[in-house]
């Protein structure tokens, strides 16, 4: 499992294969778009729903070798299973993250499962901007000047310059929020499993300890699951701001909770949320909320909530969409290696 390489020179080494035939699941309008276009460049015959795969659609992909799939819904075992039976070989995650699938029994089933890359400055802008927000206290700032009120008691911020930043997890992503805030001039810390780029890289305890701001560029998986439990939490300095972009479950959301409600962290500014799923990305306008954990987060004014959207921009989407056919294409022609 490893991540595609660039698409511009995958492009050139997939154009010999043709006439592959891709089932695509869990395909929205813009996406649908960009593979319409994109499909028959490389002689590819895609199959679209906008339908996440589950077992009562995985008859599509019979004839297919080849899936690909979206992020925005968990992918069942017996969802898994279904696809094999149907002929499945592979499957193309649109996403840097594997945690929707299981990516052990997909492989007990003969199926090969990759992830794609795209453009790490989305998801690295994005968390600047979630930083300068929470600093400069622009949830609050704004929510007043909508109603008029403009005074500035309470929201005066700090700069970044005076700030210490620390980063855990410094692959593509990580390294491109560290590049944005050596602009800034501010003291950078990282924990990551290796140094690969300029920062001063500490244990994880250290990083907590002396962080203003701590932000997640970490895969999630077993070892990561709550990497932010009550105990870490506890360790931060008072007064930190935690950033997330990465996956929810990264974080203890309770502990965080109850350490934003007692004025141990100082804000927090999460573009993803354990238990989002269902929620996120779906107009629930009039529904019921079941999360109480995000309902008191969204009401505090120092945290800020955005929808899993910080991937989501032109250039990603279109890496996202080319790299998910350059992938299938490179499996068809026996290129991906697998370990």
Same mark, same amino acid.
């Given at each position: 499992?490893?991540?595609?390489?660039?698409?511009?020179?995958?492009?050139?080494?997939?154009?010999?294969?043709?006439?592959?035939?891709?089932?695509?699941?869990?395909?929205?309008?813009?996406?649908?778009?960009?593979?319409?276009?994109?499909?028959?460049?490389?002689?590819?015959?895609?199959?679209?729903?906008?339908?996440?795969?589950?077992?009562?659609?995985?008859?599509?992909?019979?004839?297919?070798?080849?899936?690909?799939?979206?992020?925005?819904?968990?992918?069942?075992?017996?969802?898994?299973?279904?696809?094999?039976?149907?002929?499945?070989?592979?499957?193309?995650?649109?996403?840097?993250?594997?945690?929707?699938?299981?990516?052990?029994?997909?492989?007990?089933?003969?199926?090969?499962?990759?992830?794609?890359?795209?453009?790490?400055?989305?998801?690295?802008?994005?968390?600047?901007?979630?930083?300068?927000?929470?600093?400069?206290?622009?949830?609050?700032?704004?929510?007043?000047?909508?109603?008029?009120?403009?005074?500035?008691?309470?929201?005066?911020?700090?700069?970044?310059?005076? =700030?210490?930043?620390?980063? #855990? +997890?410094?692959? $593509?992503? @990580?390294?491109? &929020? %560290?590049?944005?805030? *050596? /602009?800034?001039?501010?003291?950078?810390?990282?924990?990551?499993?290796?140094?690969?780029?300029?920062?001063?890289?500490?244990?994880?305890?250290?990083?907590?300890?002396?962080?203003?701001?701590?932000?997640?560029?970490?895969?999630?998986?077993?070892?990561?699951?709550?990497? =932010?439990?009550?105990?870490? #939490? +506890?360790?931060? $300095?008072? @007064?930190?701001? &935690? %950033?997330?972009?990465? *996956? /929810?479950?990264?974080?203890?959301?309770?502990?965080?909770?109850?350490?934003?409600?007692?004025?141990?962290?100082?804000?927090?500014?999460?573009?993803?949320?354990?238990?989002?799923?269902?929620?996120?990305?779906?107009?629930?306008?009039?529904?019921?909320?079941?999360?109480?954990?995000?309902?008191?987060?969204?009401?505090?004014?120092?945290?800020?909530?955005?929808?899993?959207?910080?991937?989501?921009?032109?250039?990603?989407?279109?890496?996202?969409?080319?790299?998910?056919?350059?992938?299938?294409?490179?499996?068809?022609?026996?290129?991906?290696?697998?370990?």
């Amino acid at each position: 499992m490893t991540y595609s390489e660039p698409v511009r020179t995958a492009v050139r080494r997939a154009v010999a294969v043709s006439g592959t035939g891709i089932t695509i699941y869990g395909c929205e309008q813009d996406e649908a778009a960009l593979f319409r276009e994109l499909a028959p460049r490389f002689g590819v015959v895609p199959v679209i729903t906008e339908a996440a795969v589950s077992e009562a659609n995985a008859g599509l992909a019979v004839g297919n070798r080849c899936v690909s799939v979206g992020h925005k819904a968990r992918i069942s075992n017996s969802t898994l299973l279904a696809l094999s039976r149907a002929g499945v070989a592979y499957i193309s995650t649109r996403s840097i993250g594997y945690n929707h699938l299981d990516v052990e029994y997909a492989a007990g089933l003969g199926i090969s499962v990759e992830n794609v890359c795209y453009s790490p400055d989305s998801v690295a802008d994005y968390t600047l901007m979630m930083m300068l927000m929470a600093v400069r206290h622009a949830k609050s700032t704004v929510r007043r000047a909508d109603v008029h009120d403009y005074r500035l008691h309470g929201v005066r911020g700090k700069e970044l310059r005076d =700030l210490t930043v620390g980063v #855990i +997890g410094t692959g $593509r992503i @990580g390294t491109a &929020v %560290v590049g944005r805030l *050596r /602009g800034f001039g501010c003291r950078i810390l990282a924990h990551s499993n290796r140094a690969n780029t300029r920062a001063d890289y500490v244990p994880l305890d250290e990083l907590l300890r002396l962080s203003d701001i701590v932000t997640l560029h970490t895969p999630l998986n077993r070892e990561t699951r709550h990497l =932010l439990d009550r105990r870490r #939490i +506890g360790q931060m $300095r008072r @007064g930190a701001i &935690v %950033v997330n972009t990465g *996956r /929810g479950p990264l974080i203890d959301t309770e502990a965080l909770v109850d350490a934003l409600e007692k004025g141990r962290l100082g804000g927090a500014a999460l573009d993803v949320v354990e238990g989002e799923e269902g929620v996120f990305y779906a107009d629930c306008r009039g529904a019921r909320i079941r999360s109480e954990h995000l309902l008191r987060l969204q009401e505090m004014p120092n945290v800020l909530i955005t929808p899993h959207t910080a991937y989501y921009t032109d250039r990603a989407l279109r890496d996202t969409v080319e790299n998910s056919i350059t992938n299938c294409l490179k499996f068809e022609s026996g290129e991906q290696q697998y370990g």
